[in-house]
């Protein structure tokens, strides 16, 4: 068994990264994403620090 995603996956993220590439801001955009969640992964695990 492949560990490899289904092609579909593979043709999504293709596209994604092409349509962000050709902005040149795909790797800016990715960081926000990365930092977003997590944010949002930090405030699940622990709501103390959800005013941060």
């Known amino acids: 068994m492949s560990i490899k995603p289904p092609e579909s ?4 993220w293709y596209l ?5 590439s ?7 955009a990715r960081w926000k994403w ?4 997590r944010r949002a992964l930090l405030n699940k695990s ?3 620090r959800a005013s941060l």
């Open 9 to 12: 996956q593979q043709h999504y």
């Open 16 to 20: 994604v990264q092409k349509q962000f």
């Open 22 to 28: 050709e902005k040149n801001s795909f790797s800016k």
């Open 34 to 37: 990365i930092l977003m969640v």
């Open 46 to 48: 622990d709501p103390g």
